[in-house]
């Protein structure tokens, strides 16, 4: 969009402290990309989502870091003024820091991101500190987090006790300690996400964790219910029944090319006279012949 400048994480916290929220939204190709530049959202997310929306698995865990690296990198093209957040994808940064460190570079280097994002709380604090001290702006992600929900047991909603409320604060408190200059916070009860984003000093975007996060995100196929079929969510609100529009309008292109309604008059191109005439020699037929029986078919279709 031109004119538009990229937010960056320091404006991101004054955003914070002056009580703007942020408005967060996952994109994946150069046009969903593109389009959500010129409706002004303020992040980006390359989610690791897209195993789920794009990819066409049950989950993100067969997202590989070839895939973020396409798909952000795609993304940056689209995108050339608004802050890109990239999904660091399953088991890439739970071995060694090393290890971590070159995945992330590449995401960074190749997938042209702003920044990356990093499942998990405490016990990953390490890595995040050792990326954030590489130069490297890192966005938490606590609550469910769908890289791990073989061992939370499904798509659960969390901080639904006292325990769990105070891990998840000891979570985004440790996060803020290693330098994460913000934290999603997914599925969590909207009590605890509002005394966690009162609690820090850094921004929270939530998605299903209620009205007191500091910002939102949506995935794009569900803002737009672009999905087949589409499964409601409750924490979703959908703008738009694209996925319906795309069918319908496939339907009728189906059914016009079935009866012969498309290509109409106006869709085709047509040669000059010394052509037209040329085919004579070229295919044995006449100018005349070849004419009239253009104007029967179209006749016989209206």
């Given at each position: 969009?031109?004119?538009?400048?990229?937010?960056?994480?320091?404006?991101?916290?004054?955003?914070?402290?002056?009580?703007?929220?942020?408005?967060?939204?996952?994109?994946?190709?150069?046009?969903?990309?593109?389009?959500?530049?010129?409706?002004?959202?303020?992040?980006?997310?390359?989610?690791?989502?897209?195993?789920?929306?794009?990819?066409?698995?049950?989950?993100?865990?067969?997202?590989?870091?070839?895939?973020?690296?396409?798909?952000?990198?795609?993304?940056?093209?689209g995108a050339e003024h608004t802050f890109?957040?990239?999904?660091?994808?399953?088991?890439?940064?739970?071995?060694?820091i090393s290890e971590s460190l070159q995945?992330?570079?590449?995401?960074?280097?190749?997938?042209?991101?702003?920044?990356?994002?990093?499942?998990g709380g405490a016990g990953i604090a390490?890595?995040?500190?050792?990326?954030?001290?590489?130069?490297?702006?890192?966005?938490?992600?606590?609550?469910?987090?769908?890289?791990?929900?073989?061992?939370?047991?499904?798509?659960?909603?969390?901080?639904?006790?006292?325990?769990?409320?105070?891990?998840?604060?000891?979570?985004?408190?440790?996060?803020?300690?290693?330098?994460?200059?913000?934290?999603?916070?997914?599925?969590?009860?909207?009590?605890?996400?509002?005394?966690?984003?009162?609690?820090?000093?850094?921004?929270?975007?939530?998605?299903?964790?209620?009205?007191?996060?500091?910002?939102?995100?949506?995935?794009?196929?569900?803002?737009?219910?672009?999905?087949?079929?589409?499964?409601?969510?409750?924490?979703?609100?959908?703008?738009?029944?694209?996925?319906?529009?795309?069918?319908?309008?496939?339907?009728?292109?189906?059914?016009?090319?079935?009866?012969?309604?498309?290509?109409?008059?106006?869709?085709?191109?047509?040669?000059?006279?010394?052509?037209?005439?040329?085919?004579?020699?070229?295919?044995?037929?006449?100018?005349?012949?070849?004419?009239?029986?253009?104007?029967?078919?179209?006749?016989?279709?209206?």
């Open positions: 969009m031109a004119g538009k400048q990229a937010l960056n994480i320091v404006k991101m916290k004054k955003m914070k402290q002056e009580g703007i929220p942020l408005s967060m939204l996952t994109a994946y190709d150069y046009p969903s990309a593109k389009i959500a530049e010129e409706a002004g959202i303020d992040i980006i997310l390359v989610g690791d989502s897209l195993g789920n929306v794009v990819l066409g698995y049950d989950s993100t865990i067969p997202v590989t870091l070839d895939d973020m690296v396409y798909h952000s990198r795609t993304v940056a093209r890109i957040v990239a999904d660091m994808p399953f088991m890439t940064y739970h071995s060694s995945g992330i570079r590449r995401l960074m280097q190749e997938g042209h991101a702003h920044a990356v994002k990093l499942e390490d890595v995040v500190k050792a990326t954030v001290q590489a130069g490297v702006p890192v966005l938490g992600h606590i609550g469910l987090t769908p890289q791990s929900v073989n061992q939370i047991g499904g798509y659960r909603i969390q901080g639904k006790d006292e325990a769990d409320a105070r891990r998840l604060m000891a979570d985004a408190k440790a996060l803020e300690q290693a330098g994460a200059f913000g934290i999603v916070l997914e599925l969590v009860t909207e009590e605890v996400a509002t005394a966690i984003s009162k609690e820090l000093s850094i921004p929270t975007i939530g998605i299903g964790a209620g009205r007191g996060c500091d910002g939102q995100v949506l995935v794009y196929h569900d803002l737009i219910q672009y999905a087949s079929p589409y499964f409601s969510k409750r924490f979703v609100k959908t703008y738009a029944d694209v996925g319906g529009m795309i069918r319908s309008s496939i339907e009728q292109y189906v059914s016009d090319v079935k009866g012969r309604a498309f290509p109409a008059a106006e869709h085709v191109f047509s040669a000059d006279d010394r052509v037209v005439e040329s085919l004579e020699s070229l295919y044995g037929q006449a100018k005349g012949q070849a004419q009239e029986q253009a104007k029967e078919k179209v006749e016989s279709q209206s």
